[in-house]
Each structure stands twice: as C-alpha cells, then as structure tokens.
C-alpha cells in the first residue's frame, strides 16, 4: 500500500510509526489488520492453532483501538496478557515471533527458567525489559539508517575518491614564497611580488590541473562503480574504545545481565576514544566508513525517543517454560527460588518502572505472552497474583499427520521449500511426490507417538535423516534431477521406523 493511501485516511499516523502530539506511536499498517487478516497473516506461516491465532490477534487489535480511546481512558487499558499451554513444537513460539513482526513490534523471548529470585546467582526478571529496549533501539535505528542509506552511501564514495586520489591544496601550492625586503631599521617585512604575466600563467595551470584531477576523479568513480577497485589498498582511520576487560569493575554475582550489564555500557560509552590507521582493502573501508556515516547521520537521542515509546506502547514479551516456575517446590536445589521469581515476575507484569541506560521503562502496556506445556504442572500451580496477570489462556492441540502434511507444503516457509532452493543452489532441482510427502508425515507422526512428542520439530530431523546422503554427495552427482518418492522415503527411513532404539538414529 502506497505512503500516501496510508496518511490520506482520518486518524492514520504520519509515516514512521510517530503520532500527532500528544498521542502514542501508532504503526499505520496496523488499521488494515483486522483480527481476521491477522489470523489469516499466521495462517501464511502456521498450521492450525485457531484457538490461539484468535486470542492474540484480539490481543494485537485492542493495541490498535487503545491508540484510539480518549487521553484520559486510555492508560486505564491495560493489555490482557495470554498463556499458551501446550506441548513442544505445536508452534507456541512461533504465533508470538510471527505477531510481532507482523505489528513492527519490539519483541523478545525470554525462558523463565533462567531467572533466579533475588539473591541467588542468576538473571534478574528485569533484565527481559532491558533486553526489550536493545531490541527496539536496534530496530528504530534500522529504520533511520535505511532512511539515509542513500545519502551516506553517497559520502562514502566521495571519502573513498579522497582516499585513492589525496586531494592536494591548489591555492597553497600555487601561491609563491614570501620574500622578505629589508626596512630602515635594520628589520625585514615580507612582501610578495607576484608579475602579471607569470601570475596568470601559474592560475592557468592551477586551472588544467583542477581539470586534470576532475577528469581522473570521475574515472576512479567509474571503476568504483563497477567494482574493479575493491581489492585495491587504502588506509582509514578507526575508533576503538577502551577494552571492557581492561576496566577494573567489581560485579556483583547476584546482577547477571542486569544493572552490571548496563553499568558497562555506560563506562564504555564515557570512555574516551582512541583512533587508529589501518590499511585495508576498499571493500572493508567502505563497510567502515558507511557505519561512520550512518552515525553522523542518525539522531540517536530521537531514535532512543522513538524506541522508548515504541516498547512501553507495542512491546511483546514472550515468556517460555512458564511451567517450570510453577507449584510449591520448597526444598533445596535448583528448585528452591521457583515460586520467589513468580513474586519478582509479578510487579512487572501488572506495571512498574525499570531503570535502564536509556531512562526509565512503564512496563503497564506491554504484552506478556507466557507459554509452557504443563507436563506435571498446571497453570492453577502459579500463584494466584500471577494468574490473575494472565486471564486469558488457550490450549493448543497436538499436531497430527495430516497437519504434518500441510506443514511440509503450505507456509510460504515450508521445509520442503528450504531443501528444494538448497539443492537449487548447486544446479539441481529437488522433486518430491505427494506420496513421498505423505509417507514423511507418517513416519514423523509415528516416532513422535512411540518416542517422546517434540511437534513439527520431528520433521526436521526425519528430513535431516533422509536427504542426509544426497546434500553430502550432490557435488559430485551426475544426476541434476532428484525426486523423492515413498520407496524412496521407506528405503532410506526403514532402520529408523523397525529399530526400537530411535534414539540411535532421530536424536
């Protein structure tokens, strides 16, 4: 859809993600997707799950109608954050990453399982926000960079010119010595004397050889141009700050990743910076001097701006094995600070503040999507604060054969799709008959019910399996057309599916 379709229409943002004053940020693309379109978006990538692509497309929605709710009842909206409970592999992770990238939201995923209550070594539940602000700095300032990539790129190829054919200052060169007369007093002054005749014929050749270095200048452009000058040497000056190790800072073993993290950041930006010449091909000096640009050229306090509003407004967390912090495990051991990290969990989840080396994050509109499959536990197992945090809960089904089926052929990402355009890379072409897809499925379908279920995932090893010898040996092979039919799958997959130590063979 054009720019100019999207601003034409009432309520629609500028261009960028940026409200009118006053207002949030609000993603213009977001008024076309209706939950329908949104659930039809997933369906472009996931198979099944309709349950689930429901609940977090009204989750993705109620964002957008929020943006539209009075000053004054709009920070009273909070997000209804969602639990996905279901077994590995069904595509849990997948809806949360998808919705994200379909919203041009922050997005980041965290195990719950690596946080630790406070006081115990470990991460502290905080440090998701702040690894939610990096993500979004990073990608407002994506944006920026694509936005003067045009320009820089242009800076670039003058610097480059600079750099192959040094520029020499033509007036210092052409003008001539000061001569020195003496005074009355025994002094000198210095007087310059420049004929007319000679004076002209020196500014004409200053002239010719203006022209001369223009026409070389433009030759050099040419070559840049086409490449031919990539290998060749130049010397470039680079910044480079003061190693992190070398700075004497004790670190508390309780901070992993969090305010110690930060503190380093901020020590190293502080630290003055050192330049060094490097002499290195063309090709690495304008990967060099394009960031250089890029830098001048991006306002970081507005990208930091931007960012900030971007994740306090449109941030997703996706929180995995959310199970494995669940049910009274008092003891020793690993299992001893579960139920402390739900209580640390629990104020940023319903809203709090979070000090990061950007400023201060409201974590009150930010999206939790928690997921887990609740083998031994059950979502009642959380605390009861935690699970008034999370009120909306979809359980996602075991996929069948026939949904292997349509995820080996239907997503614009199919795996079938992968390995035919990896063996297209070496000039030949990857065939497989739908009766060869349909016995793939099948075997995946079976090791999963006799070994321990891991989802789609099995798909992944079974093909791994089955095409292990051809993408070994297609360099070498006369054959450029490859066709995978069910013998062919029976044959190549016959020990994995009779031998009772699958083990041995799948993981």
């Known amino acids: 859809m054009a720019t100019n379709e999207l601003d034409a229409r009432p309520g629609a943002a500028p261009a960028g993600g940026q409200g009118t004053e006053g207002e949030p940020p609000v993603q213009p693309w977001l008024d076309e997707l209706t939950p329908r379109g949104i659930v039809a978006e997933l369906d472009k990538y996931i198979v099944g799950q309709g349950d689930a692509k429901k609940a977090v497309a009204i989750a993705l929605r109620n964002r957008w109608r929020r943006q539209r709710v009075d000053d ?14 279901g077994p590995t592999g069904v595509g849990k992770t997948e809806i949360a990453r998808r919705l994200a990238k379909l919203a041009g939201a922050p997005f980041v995923k965290v195990e719950a399982s690596k946080f630790t209550e406070v006081g115990y070594v470990g991460r502290d539940v905080e440090s998701m926000v702040r690894d939610l602000v990096e993500v979004a700095v990073n990608m407002v300032r994506t944006d920026r960079e694509d936005e003067v990539q045009e320009v820089a790129e242009q800076r670039v190829e003058e610097r480059l010119l600079d750099l192959l054919i040094p520029p020499v200052d033509g007036a ?51 070559l840049l141009a086409d490449g031919k000058l990539e290998d060749r040497e130049v010397e470039v000056e680079v910044s480079q700050g003061m190693p992190i190790e070398n700075m004497m800072i004790p670190m508390g073993g309780g901070m992993e990743g969090g305010m110690d993290g930060n503190l380093m950041d901020m020590l190293q930006d502080m630290m003055p910076k050192r330049t060094k010449r490097r002499t290195v091909t063309v090709a690495e000096a304008r990967r060099i001097l394009l960031q250089d640009e890029l830098d001048k050229l991006v306002n970081m306090d507005e990208v930091v701006n931007e960012a900030m509003d971007r994740v306090e407004e449109m941030g997703i967390i996706f929180l995995d094995e959310i199970d494995k912090i669940a049910g009274d495990h008092a003891g020793m051991g690993p299992d001893v600070s579960r139920e402390g990290v739900q209580r640390d969990l629990l104020p940023v989840v319903e809203g709090s503040t979070v000090q990061t080396k950007y400023g201060i994050v409201r974590t009150d509109h930010i999206l939790f999507i928690a997921a887990g499959a609740f083998h031994v536990s059950k979502p009642s197992d959380l605390i009861p604060e935690l699970q008034g945090r999370f009120p909306i809960r979809v359980e996602l089904k075991s996929l069948t054969e026939a949904d292997f089926v ?21 000039g030949a072409t990857l065939e497989f008959t ?36 051809i993408l070994f040996d297609l360099p070498e092979m006369e054959a450029r057309e490859i066709k995978i039919d069910a013998d062919r799958v029976r044959d190549r997959l016959k020990a994995i599916v009779e031998d009772e130590d699958l083990r041995k063979y799948i993981l």
């Open 172 to 222: 210092a060169a052409a003008a001539p010595a000061p001569k020195l007369e003496q005074t009355g007093d025994g002094g000198a002054q210095a007087r310059i004397f420049v004929a007319g005749p000679q004076g002209a014929v020196e500014k004409k050749e200053d002239a010719e050889n203006r022209e001369r270095r223009e026409r070389t200048r433009e030759k050099f452009r040419a």
């Open 406 to 426: 349509r995820i080996l052929t239907e997503p614009k990402n199919a795996l079938l799709t992968q390995y035919s355009a990896l063996v297209k890379a070496e």
């Open 72 to 85: 004054e009842l709009r920070d009273e909206i909070v997000p209804n954050n969602i639990i996905l409970i």
């Open 434 to 469: 739908p009766e060869g897809v349909d016995e793939i499925a099948r075997i995946a379908a079976q090791v999963n019910e006799r070994m321990e279920n891991i989802g789609a995932r099995r798909l992944h090893t079974v093909l791994t399996t089955l095409l292990e010898e």
